[in-house]
């Protein structure tokens, strides 16, 4: 059988697939009958059966109502592509190539140091550039920090994040201080004592983290986590990104597709509101809104005041007599102008956020009125927001959270 006559064997079985579930057959069925007929698909041949059968008569809502389904196909498709961690697609994969880019910047520090012949300047200038290449690391720490780690806490595995966490730490700071040292080399004599305080504990550190990633870390992940939990992570990698590497394009375009047939509208069940990033109870979402260190008020997408938050320190009186009244009511003859401006160039999507400041009864008053849309851009309402910066204006320096100053 040719190759190409394969393929459209391969997208008939798809296409019948599709036509039975629209008809009843259930995702267990589809999903075992698509891993025994099919086996693997890109992401390319799902979009196109799709197209196919919209040019075939099925419309394209019917189709989206049943976008979770198809979902499956491409959640299977992904979990086949990183299926072993020598896969281009596979998480662990992609940090060890960013892994050995990484080595290579750190060889290319050691040789520096042996330039001794070469003009300050210039070694000056390759060691700054250097040293910035290899902040990119702090995406390869986050991606590993925000991702792989509560995946692993899910297990019941902390030891990563309160040590390893801990590790990278030390490479920011130890990075953090070789660039900023850079400056203090005013001669090459100077070079010796920069490289055994600043850069030679830097490079121990970051090719020890390689080790322990490459050692314990991954191998420790490989053993606990279920192809699902890779999917979930290289899915999350996207918010994070990559540094060095280039994710491969058949990974990315399935990850797309993916995303785009996973419904994202928020769901209330058993007292609770699951949205795309969580979990609130009712009570939490309200105690959430009148916590929050600013006063919010949403008037929808007619101009009416729908809700505002109820903060114990309000910046502006609100009272519930307003819900349901035109905004345009709730303010003075002389901002009515303003307010019909801004709403008209929101609704015309000339603009997305008007920003106003000023002095009020002592406070340093900042507000915000920012447009509301959903995903396909179409406006929903404003969102007013008003903050008091009295104190923010006056910080000055760093109070961290590892400072123990609070």
Same mark, same amino acid.
């Given at each position: 059988?040719?190759?190409?006559?394969?393929?459209?064997?391969?997208?008939?079985?798809? %296409?019948?697939?599709?036509?039975?579930?629209?008809?009843?057959?259930?995702?267990?069925?589809?999903?075992?009958?698509?891993?025994?007929?099919?086996?693997?698909?890109?992401?390319?041949?799902?979009?196109?059966? /799709?197209?196919?059968?919209?040019?075939?008569?099925?419309?394209?809502?019917?189709?989206?109502? @049943?976008?979770?389904?198809?979902?499956?196909? @491409?959640?299977?498709?992904?979990?086949?592509?990183?299926?072993?961690?020598?896969?281009?697609?596979?998480?662990?994969?992609?940090?060890?190539?960013?892994?050995?880019?990484?080595?290579?910047?750190?060889?290319?520090?050691?040789?520096?140091?042996?330039?001794?012949?070469?003009?300050?300047?210039?070694?000056?200038?390759?060691?700054? =550039?250097?040293? &910035?290449?290899? %902040?990119?690391?702090?995406?390869?720490?986050?991606?590993?920090?925000?991702?792989?780690?509560?995946?692993?806490?899910?297990?019941?595995?902390?030891?990563?994040?309160?040590?390893?966490?801990?590790?990278?730490?030390?490479?920011?700071?130890?990075?953090?201080?070789?660039?900023?040292?850079?400056?203090?080399?005013?001669?090459?004599?100077?070079?010796?004592?920069?490289?055994?305080?600043?850069?030679?504990?830097?490079?121990?550190?970051?090719?020890?983290?390689?080790?322990?990633?490459?050692?314990?870390?991954?191998?420790?992940?490989?053993?606990?986590?279920?192809?699902?939990?890779?999917?979930?992570?290289?899915?999350?990698?996207?918010?994070?990104?990559?540094?060095?590497?280039?994710?491969?394009?058949?990974?990315?375009?399935?990850?797309?597709?993916?995303?785009?047939?996973?419904? /994202?509208?928020?769901?209330?069940?058993?007292?609770?509101?699951?949205?795309?990033?969580?979990?609130?109870?009712?009570?939490?979402?309200?105690?959430?809104?009148?916590?929050?260190?600013? =006063?919010?008020?949403?008037?929808?997408?007619?101009?009416?005041?729908?809700? @505002?938050?109820?903060?114990?320190?309000?910046?502006?009186?609100?009272?519930?007599?307003?819900?349901?009244?035109?905004?345009?009511?709730?303010?003075?003859?002389?901002?009515?102008?303003?307010?019909?401006?801004?709403?008209?160039?929101?609704?015309?999507?000339?603009?997305?956020?008007?920003?106003?400041? @000023? &002095?009020?009864?002592?406070?340093?008053?900042?507000?915000?009125?920012?447009?509301?849309?959903?995903?396909?851009?179409?406006?929903?309402?404003?969102?007013?927001?008003?903050?008091?910066?009295?104190?923010?204006?006056?910080?000055?320096?760093?109070?961290?959270?590892?400072?123990?100053?609070?």
């Amino acid at each position: 059988m040719t190759k190409n006559s394969n393929k459209q064997k391969k997208k008939e079985i798809m %296409k019948d697939i599709i036509r039975k579930l629209h008809q009843g057959l259930t995702i267990e069925e589809a999903k075992e009958r698509f891993e025994k007929e099919i086996g693997t698909t890109s992401s390319t041949e799902i979009a196109e059966i /799709e197209q196919a059968l919209i040019d075939e008569g099925l419309s394209p809502e019917e189709i989206k109502k @049943f976008c979770n389904v198809h979902a499956l196909l @491409f959640q299977s498709a992904l979990e086949k592509s990183i299926i072993k961690e020598t896969s281009p697609s596979h998480p662990v994969y992609l940090f060890k190539l960013e892994n050995r880019e990484i080595e290579k910047i750190a060889d290319s520090l050691k040789k520096l140091k042996e330039e001794r012949e070469e003009e300050l300047p210039r070694t000056k200038r390759k060691l700054n =550039d250097l040293l &910035n290449e290899l %902040k990119g690391i702090e995406i390869h720490y986050a991606r590993k920090e925000l991702i792989l780690f509560p995946f692993l806490e899910k297990q019941g595995f902390t030891g990563p994040s309160k040590v390893m966490w801990g590790k990278d730490n030390e490479v920011r700071d130890l990075l953090k201080k070789a660039i900023s040292s850079v400056e203090e080399i005013k001669d090459i004599k100077d070079l010796e004592p920069y490289s055994k305080n600043s850069l030679d504990p830097l490079i121990e550190e970051v090719t020890g983290m390689i080790f322990k990633e490459e050692n314990i870390l991954f191998p420790t992940c490989l053993e606990k986590l279920s192809a699902n939990d890779w999917v979930e992570i290289l899915k999350e990698s996207d918010n994070v990104g990559y540094v060095f590497v280039e994710k491969p394009k058949e990974t990315e375009a399935l990850i797309k597709d993916l995303k785009s047939t996973m419904l /994202e509208e928020p769901v209330f069940e058993d007292n609770e509101i699951g949205f795309p990033t969580g979990k609130l109870r009712l009570k939490e979402l309200m105690s959430v809104l009148n916590t929050l260190p600013v =006063d919010i008020t949403f008037v929808d997408n007619e101009d009416k005041v729908r809700y @505002f938050s109820d903060s114990k320190e309000r910046i502006f009186l609100r009272t519930k007599s307003i819900i349901g009244i035109k905004v345009q009511n709730c303010h003075p003859p002389q901002s009515l102008k303003a307010v019909e401006k801004i709403l008209k160039s929101f609704k015309e999507r000339k603009r997305d956020m008007v920003d106003f400041w @000023f &002095n009020q009864e002592g406070k340093f008053v900042y507000i915000k009125y920012i447009a509301v849309r959903d995903e396909g851009g179409s406006y929903l309402g404003t969102l007013e927001v008003s903050q008091d910066l009295t104190g923010i204006k006056k910080l000055e320096g760093e109070k961290r959270l590892d400072a123990e100053t609070y």
